[in-house]
């Protein structure tokens, strides 16, 4: 099946390198914003039974972005692609997997159920904030890992002395896998957080003391909701 491989403008050159390696042509289509902030979406080519990949990370800001990728692939889909995979290197509201305090949305699951109801027929994730995420899904999710890149274009600034660094109990597993890939030892901060943007750290689980910090956190902004780990 010939693929199409299509962009909202959450990150354009990562689309464009992945079709340069790719050696296929990004997609055309048309995306602009009409005064009152309403985007409009339009593919500008064949996509009938094509098997179709629409590349949008939901980074900041997290809702423009996926309204994009939803309008994206309704209008595949209404256009008669044969297949369309939705490839999320960050996929917002990840964090919102359950209900802290009782009264709140199970955020994820309602995106996964918006991005099924846009035509969605598969989703591609890069190291999700948590493997359980994929239950929200009632569609196919292809979990992929950049870790062992990551580890290795780090490699150069680790020596004997480096400590791996979780700032979060919700981030111990990731930092533990960073730690194996250079046999490290990890270091978990235990915090309390104030509000939605500000923590206190009330303790350190670990020797930092003179040693060389490496943080891993998978939150762009460190902006989580409260009660997220």
């Known amino acids: 099946m010939e693929i199409r491989i299509f962009s909202g403008s959450a990150n354009l050159p990562l689309a464009m390198a992945v079709c340069q390696t790719l050696g296929v042509k990004l997609g055309e289509r048309t995306l602009e914003r009409f005064p009152d902030s309403e985007v409009h979406i339009e593919i500008k080519e064949n996509v009938r039974e ?4 629409l590349i949008q990370p939901t980074s900041p800001p997290v809702d423009q972005n996926l309204l994009e990728i939803i309008f994206l692939a309704d209008a595949c889909r209404r256009a ?3 297949r ?19 009264r709140e949305p199970v955020g994820v699951r309602v995106i996964a159920d918006l991005l099924k109801t ?13 493997p359980g995420t994929e239950a929200a899904f009632s569609i196919p999710l292809e979990h992929l890992s950049a870790i062992p890149l990551l580890a290795e274009a780090l490699r150069p600034f680790i020596n004997q002395d480096t400590v ?17 890939s250079f046999g490290l030892p990890v270091v978990i901060l235990h915090k309390r957080r104030l509000s939605g943007e500000e923590v206190s750290v009330q303790s350190i689980v670990g020797d930092v003391k003179g ?5 891993v956190d998978d939150d762009q902004h460190r902006r989580n909701h409260r009660g997220r780990g």
């Not at 094509?50 to 990949?53: E, P, T």
């Not at 846009?118 to 948590?130: K, T």
């Open 84 to 102: 369309l995979t939705a490839v999320l290197p960050y996929f917002g509201y990840a964090r919102q997997d359950r209900r802290a305090q009782g």
């Open 118 to 130: 846009g035509g969605v027929q598969r989703v591609i994730a890069v190291d999700l904030h948590s």
């Open 164 to 180: 791996i660094v979780s700032p979060d109990l919700g981030a111990v597993k990731l930092a533990e896998r960073y730690a194996t």
């Open 50 to 53: 094509r098997d179709v990949y």
């Open 80 to 82: 008669s692609a044969g």
């Open 211 to 215: 040693r060389r910090v490496v943080i």
